[in-house]
């Protein structure tokens, strides 16, 4: 079936480094979500792409979608301790029903002030 | 954060025992999802409905049963409870289909002894 795999599952950073996660799906994605969840809370949505080679923003965090459509990068400048949490990508299943998504195994970010 | 409730937030129960999770929403989506959240393992959907008494199984379906009877209530059965189904359980919600992004509520703590 459809896999959605994140690496690395862990990743520690001083503070001030940058941290890059990355996701690759078994099959052609239509669109990736991007899901952060704080230590003890419930994952947050965080942005959509759409297009092949997609690029966005949100301040110190940068999003990457594939030209194949097939992965992903989320990218973090300088990071902080906010910044601290799990990161899930997600992707639509594919080949069944258009209304499930696909979780990764999600990426732990650990920040040392 | 969107209006999603899920009830209890924290459960010890028996092995054989019954346990409904409810999960209430003020948002008037259309699609609600169960996912049940281990280590090692991201989010795994249990159930999904795309409206009111339209249900579908997810990845991990074995032992649980749902219902909805109206919009804004998504109910969670594990008939006979067992330890494999001790875990953090998750709701979301959804305007759209797959290509829309869910909205997650607080989960609850399920422990079966």
């Known amino acids: 079936g459809q896999q959605v795999m994140q690496i690395p599952q862990y990743q520690h950073v001083q503070e001030g480094e940058d941290f890059t996660t990355y996701c690759n799906s078994s099959t052609t994605l239509s669109n990736i979500q991007w899901y952060k969840q704080r230590p003890g809370g419930h994952p947050v949505f965080l942005i959509q792409l759409v297009k092949s080679g997609e690029v966005k923003k949100q301040k110190r965090l940068t999003f990457q979608f594939g030209e194949a459509k097939k992965n992903s990068s989320l990218h973090i400048t300088a990071t902080q301790t906010t910044d601290v949490g799990t990161y899930f990508c997600a992707g639509p299943n594919y080949g069944g029903a258009t209304n499930k998504l696909i979780f990764g195994t999600g990426t732990l970010l650990a920040v040392q002030p | 954060d969107a209006g999603i409730t899920q009830s209890p937030r924290h459960k010890v129960t028996e092995t054989g025992t019954p346990v409904t999770l409810r999960c209430h929403q003020t948002e008037n989506h259309r699609y609600m999802y169960w996912y049940r959240q281990d280590p090692g393992h991201g989010l795994r959907l249990i159930h999904y409905?795309?409206?009111?008494?339209?249900?579908d199984k997810g990845e991990v379906s074995d032992g649980y049963s749902v219902s909805r009877s109206k919009t804004e209530d998504f109910l969670l059965t594990l008939e006979s409870a067992t330890s494999s189904q001790t875990s953090v359980y998750f709701c979301?919600?959804?305007?759209?289909?797959?290509?829309?992004?869910?909205?997650f509520g607080d989960g609850t703590r399920l422990s079966i002894l």
């Open positions: 979301a919600i959804s305007g759209g289909d797959s290509n829309q992004p869910q909205h």
């Open positions: 409905s795309y409206g009111v008494k339209d249900t």
